[in-house]
């Protein structure tokens, strides 16, 4: 299949290029590189062999949005591009609004207008709030958002839910994910946050890379094990390969389809933090300080509904994800600042 893929050079948008590539579909990349680096696509060439096709620019300019469906005969769109830090969300909301759900609104306006009824649609386990009880299946409430990011994706859930219930030809798939992490085998490509990371993982690594002096771990009094907050970290290769199952299995089906796309299995921030030492060597000084807010206690998955209809499971552990965390950091002290890019 034509897959367009509106981020493709993002974190998540990156790895699924690679997978895609790998299942032999070929990948089409809008990006206005807002978030990523145009380096990453000499990386993904490096890996796969293929320079994939890209077109820079924003998901709402609706005149190149009509040229790229144009040019390429696109069977299904994943949609990543969108912007994902939820302190900056509480701060810019309009402008997370902006980008997050008029963003979607245009792109889905321009693929009716196209004829392309398949979309892919990157939401969150934050969409779920705080649940009463664990793990979290699909049809738990959702909508007891947070923050304007979080309330940016439950939106743009029910707009598609509502339109495919007026086109009951299209294909809507919404894939809910728990906590990416990791990167590529390869150490080509991964996770590049700008400026001071707002996530676990990127934190870790860059506190174990010398670049930050210590971990503060957000509360140890939560009611959990051992007080510290407990997520779902999920291979971001497993994660990837997720979307693509989901695109054999789903794209030609109409229907509204969700899946979470978890592990299953919690950790807390303790458990990554001595799982990160034991498996690189490297130490990972911390100080405990008050809860961040918007924070909860523990979230996972009940990755079942996936298993059972995509077929799809996560299969890396946490030793592993962890591994080409650092490996990937290791290597790229800069990010994908070293090479020039060169366009097709
Ligand atoms: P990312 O920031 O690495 O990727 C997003 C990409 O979209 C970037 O390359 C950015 O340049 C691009 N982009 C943003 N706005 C754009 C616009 N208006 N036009 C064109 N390109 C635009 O983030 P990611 O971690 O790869 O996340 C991908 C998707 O998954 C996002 O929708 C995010 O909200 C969602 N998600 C991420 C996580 C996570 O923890 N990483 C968790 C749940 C959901
Ligand atoms: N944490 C720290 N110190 C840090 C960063 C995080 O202790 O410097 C803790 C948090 O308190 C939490 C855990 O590590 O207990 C994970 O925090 P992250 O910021 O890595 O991830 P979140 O679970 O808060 O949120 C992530 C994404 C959201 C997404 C959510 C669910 O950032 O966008 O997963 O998918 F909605």
Not at 95 to 114: F, H, K, P, T, W
Not at 191 to 216: F, M, R
Not at 263 to 288: H, M, N
Not at 296 to 324: F, H, V
């Amino acid at each position: 299949m034509n897959i367009l893929l509106t981020g493709g050079a993002g974190f998540i948008g990156a790895h699924t290029v690679v997978e895609l590539l790998n299942a032999g579909h070929t990948p089409i990349i809008l990006d206005n590189f807002c978030n990523a680096h145009p380096n990453v696509l000499t990386r993904i060439k490096m890996i796969t062999g293929v320079l994939p096709k890209l077109y820079q620019g924003d998901v709402r300019d609706r005149e190149l949005l009509k040229r790229i469906f144009n040019e390429n005969k696109i069977d299904s769109v994943i949609h990543f591009a969108a912007l994902k830090a939820v302190g900056e969300s509480v701060a810019q909301p309009l402008r997370y609004y902006d980008n997050n759900v008029s963003g979607s609104l245009i792109l889905l306006e321009e693929m009716q207008q196209a004829g392309v009824k398949s979309i892919v649609f990157s939401s969150s386990a934050t969409v779920y709030g705080e649940p009463k009880t664990m793990p979290i299946n699909e049809n738990f409430p959702t909508g007891a958002t947070t923050n304007p990011y979080g309330t940016s994706k439950h939106m743009m859930e029910r707009i598609m839910m509502d339109m495919q219930r007026a086109q009951p030809d299209w294909s809507v798939i919404i894939l809910r994910y728990f906590n990416p992490i990791g990167a590529h085998a390869s150490g080509k490509i991964g996770e590049q946050p700008n400026g001071i990371p707002n996530n676990l993982l990127p934190y870790v690594t860059q506190v174990a890379a010398g670049k930050l002096k210590e971990l503060s771990i957000f509360g140890n009094d939560y009611p959990t094990a051992d007080g510290t907050g407990v997520r779902d970290y999920i291979h971001v290769v497993d994660l990837a390969q997720g979307h693509v199952q989901a695109l054999n299995v789903k794209a030609r089906e109409a229907g509204t389809h969700i899946y979470n796309l978890g592990t299953g299995k919690g950790y807390s921030v303790l458990d990554i933090v001595q799982t990160f030492e034991r498996e690189t060597g490297q130490r990972v000084p911390y100080v405990f300080k008050e809860r961040r807010a918007g924070d909860i206690a523990e979230c996972y998955a009940d990755p079942q509904k996936a298993w059972r209809e995509l077929n799809w499971q996560a299969k890396r552990q946490l030793p592993e994800m962890i591994r080409d965390a650092w490996h990937w950091q290791k290597n790229n002290p800069n990010g994908y600042e070293n090479e020039t890019f060169q366009a097709a």
